[in-house]
């Protein structure tokens, strides 16, 4: 059976940094991802890799947060938190041949404040 878990989210002052740690059990994965959802929107993508490697960000996260990892860890590193980055953070995993994300993790709150 497939779990992911994440750990390291918190409480943190605009400008500061977090970070993410989500472990996936189970099997291995090629592509590992980070998610958000902050209250009242929609789920958005922030980053994933794929087998550890070739990042890719979300806009609006590019040249704040790192992904990194291998098949079966994935961390995000968040540096100059803002407070619209308050949300639940998810990890989630996909093989290369699947067109979605299959398996999600129960989330971390991480809360930037102002």
């Known amino acids: 059976q497939v779990h992911l878990v994440e750990t390291g989210g918190g409480l943190v002052q605009a400008g500061g940094s977090l970070k993410l740690s989500c472990e996936v059990s189970g099997r291995t994965f090629s592509r590992l991802g980070w998610f958000r959802q902050a209250p009242g929107r929609e789920r958005e993508f922030v980053a994933n890799?794929?087998?550890?490697?070739y990042p890719f960000y979300a806009e609006f996260v590019k040249g704040r947060f790192t992904i990194s990892g291998t098949k079966n860890r994935v961390y995000l590193q968040m540096n100059d938190l803002k407070p619209e980055d308050t949300a639940v953070y998810y990890c989630a995993a996909r093989a290369l041949t699947s067109p979605t994300y299959d398996y999600w993790g129960q989330g971390t709150q991480v809360t930037v404040s102002s």
């Open positions: 890799a794929t087998g550890g490697s």
